[in-house]
């Protein structure tokens, strides 16, 4: 497993100019072609622009790396970036008309002549997108009860400043999708805000589109998921501004930004098993870890469980196993 895990790039020739957690991201010239579809929501001569130029772009390679507890962990996990980036285009191409995009093109042969030297160790899990100004808030939709939304709720009965039914259980399906921003805090960790928060912070009529796209793929891609057998409990989006635009970026209902459940087998009342990085967690959790840095090496069965996760994520979600 070991020969197909890439931890962190370095491409020469290219600018990198931020490396996450999962992600490395590198600057390029253009121009490069953008076709995109009519959005759902915008106005009308947003909605005419299907096509634009521009003269730079961002390639976003997924590596393999591992987060828990704020920490990268020094093992990857065989075939996450992979499963990052198609999960992310095929949910893209889903949404075509729902909302538009950033993505020019997965196709490596296609990004430049400064890329094509990388071909074999970016391709699958790189994509050529068009620069945005990204909105500083996360957008989260909740359909069922879990996590912070849950602690919040048994607290004070609301989520986000949104109030709710009492009497509502963990992982209870909520009556209908709440939209619960979450500021970017300059130390990490993404802290929940109301919906006045949010606009307060990007403008209202902004806050409003954000408000109003996000419930929307969260609303479609749910329904196709449930067909599949998975349940999206919650997700984040991010959103950016080109050109007048409003666009989705970054990665798109991956097991990385969204909690999935297998609906077979769901009931509220308890938490329930989920497509993602449990193993890793689970595992950290009991092998004494102090929970600063640095984090241990994992064993190869987390390694192992975790990947065919991600995998299986990926193959009930599309209908097809990733190549």
Not at 85 to 93: E, G, K, M
Not at 215 to 243: M, N, P, Q
Request: hydrophobic share 40%.
């Amino acid at each position: 497993m070991a020969a197909d895990v890439v931890l962190e790039t370095d491409l020469a020739g290219l600018r990198r100019i931020n490396r996450g957690k999962v992600r490395d991201l590198y600057e390029l010239d253009g121009p490069f072609d953008l076709a995109q579809g009519r959005p759902a929501f915008g106005s009308e001569a947003q909605a005419r622009r299907e096509e634009t130029r521009t003269g730079g772009a961002l390639l976003i390679v997924a590596t393999d790396r591992i987060s828990a507890f704020d920490s990268i962990l020094p093992t990857g996990i065989p075939h996450k970036g992979a499963v990052l980036t198609n999960l992310t285009l095929f949910w893209l191409d889903f949404l075509k008309g729902t909302v538009e995009n950033h993505l020019i093109t997965a196709d490596v042969d296609r990004m430049g002549p400064k890329v094509r030297p990388y071909a074999d160790i970016l391709r699958g899990r790189t994509m050529l997108v068009k620069k945005a100004a990204v909105f500083p808030i996360e957008c989260v939709v909740r359909g069922y009860l879990a996590g912070s939304g849950w602690k919040s709720y048994q607290k004070s009965g609301a989520v986000c400043g949104i109030r709710l039914p009492k009497g509502l259980r963990e992982s209870e399906k909520l009556p209908e999708p709440i939209f619960t921003p979450a500021s970017k805090a300059a130390s990490g960790h993404d802290e929940n805000i109301s919906f006045e928060q949010s606009a307060q912070l990007i403008g209202r009529e902004a806050a409003e589109k954000l408000r109003q796209g996000t419930l929307a793929v969260y609303r479609k891609a749910s329904e196709h998921a449930r067909a599949r057998g998975i349940i999206i409990c919650d997700t984040k989006f991010e959103w950016g501004e080109a050109d007048g635009r409003t666009l989705l970026v970054d990665e798109v209902l991956t097991p990385d930004s969204s909690r999935f459940w297998p609906a077979a087998g769901y009931e509220p009342g308890r938490a329930q098993p989920s497509f993602d990085k449990q193993y890793v967690r689970d595992w950290l959790l009991s092998s004494g870890w102090n929970q600063e840095p640095p984090a241990p090496p994992l064993p190869e069965e987390v390694v192992r469980k975790t990947s065919e996760k991600y995998l299986q994520a990926y193959e009930v979600l599309t209908g097809k196993a990733l190549v």
